[in-house]
C-alpha cells in the first residue's frame, strides 16, 4: 500500500476527501440552482440556457459524470468516517453522544445515499428521457428542446412534486449539517468561529431549500404555465 492511499484510510484523510468533495458538490449545487431559477425569467430564457449548456455535448456529459463519481467519492468517504468513528468510541459514550447528536448529524449518511438515488432518477427522468420518452420530442418554437415545456409538465403531477420536496427536504437537512462539520474539518470551529459556523450552514440549507422547492410549488399554483 503506498503513501498516498494510507493517507485516505485514516481519519483525517477521509474527513478531508469528504469535506473537498462536498465544497464541489455545493459548488455544482449552487450552479445548477441559479440556472434552475432561469424558470421565472420565461420560456425563452430558460431554453437558451439549456440550449447553451447541450451545445457544451461531450463537456457536458464528462461534467455529469465526474459529477456522479464525486458523489460517489464522498459517499465512500463519509462511510469510512463513520466507520472510523464508531471503531473509537466506547459504547458507553457512543449512546451519550447518540442522544446529544442532531437528527441531521445522524441521518447524513442515510440522506447522502437518498440524495444520490434522486440525482440518478432526476437524470433519468429529464435527461435521458427514460421515465418520459415523451419529453425527449418536446420543442419549443426557434426548434430547440423544451426544456421550461418538460419543467411544468414534470411538475404538473403532485406525486413528482412530493417526491421532489422530500428530497429537497433531505438535501437540506444533509446541507445544514455537513456546512457546519466542513468548518470543523478545516479547524474554524473556535471559540472565534463557531456563533458563524454554526448558523451559517442551517440558513445556507434553507435558502437552498427555498429556491429549488419554489419551481414546482409556481407550476402547481399556476405561476408557472
Known sequence: MNQNSHWYLTSIGAKLVMAATGVLLFGFLVGHLTGNLLMFAGPDAMNTYAHWLKERGGLLWGARLGLLVVFAVHIASAIRVNRQNRAARPVAYAVSSFMATSYAARTILVS?????AFV????????LGVTNPEYLRMFD???RPDVYGMVVSGFSNPTVT??????????????????????????????????????LGPVVAILIFIGFVSIPLAVLSGRLH
Open 162 to 199: 412530493g417526491a421532489y420536496i422530500v428530497a429537497m427536504l433531505l438535501l437540506a437537512s444533509h446541507l445544514s449539517h455537513g456546512l457546519t462539520s466542513l468548518f470543523q474539518t478545516f479547524g474554524l470551529y473556535g471559540p472565534k468561529f463557531r456563533p458563524f459556523s454554526t448558523k
Open 120 to 127: 440518478v432518477y432526476h437524470l433519468l427522468h429529464y435527461t
Open 112 to 116: 447522502g445515499i437518498i440524495i444520490l
Open 141 to 143: 418554437v426557434k426548434g
